[in-house]
């Protein structure tokens, strides 16, 4: 049987895509990928810098819990005023997006508007400071209720 071109080329792909995989994956918590990546600027926190979960130290547990080996599967948090919630919701959304790369993540909040200044404001400048990029087709927008 003769091989013709276009399936060579097909075969040489493949080869040099398996080739290219890793041979291990680096596994990484939430809480360390965050303590290793994460910067808060001043424009969104009283104390800029690299993320350190010594300020909230309970913050530290609940986010381990989306650690995707933790064997915790609903989260539950009842929760006062400046505790530092919504870095804990943000550093989720950073450690799925950067380091797991495998599963949607989705953002939800009272109306298109506040969704769209938060991730202007927020999350999109949390991604380009950290220095990493988005995997290739995540796209970060908002969208409508009335899109869906």
């Not at 990928?33 to 810098?49: I, K, Q, T």
């Not at 530290?60 to 804990?88: A, H, M, P």
Request: overall charge negative.
């Amino acid at each position: 049987m003769e091989v013709n071109d276009d399936s060579k080329l097909g075969i040489d792909w493949l080869l040099a895509e398996i080739d290219r995989l890793p041979v291990s994956i680096d596994r990484i918590s939430p809480v360390t990928f965050n303590e290793r990546h994460r910067y808060l600027p001043d424009s969104v926190s009283p104390l800029p810098g690299p993320i350190r979960f010594d300020v909230n130290p309970m913050v530290r547990e609940i986010l381990e819990c989306f650690d995707l080996d933790s064997r915790v599967r609903e989260v539950n948090v009842k929760k006062g005023v400046q505790i530092t919630y919504t870095t804990l919701l943000e550093s989720v959304l950073f450690y799925y997006m950067l380091h797991v790369r495998t599963v949607p993540c989705m953002y939800v909040t009272a109306d298109r508007e506040l969704a769209a200044a938060r991730i202007e404001a927020n999350i999109l400048p949390m991604i380009q400071q950290s220095g990493r990029k988005l995997p290739i087709g995540c796209n970060v927008h908002t969208r409508d209720r009335s899109d869906v």
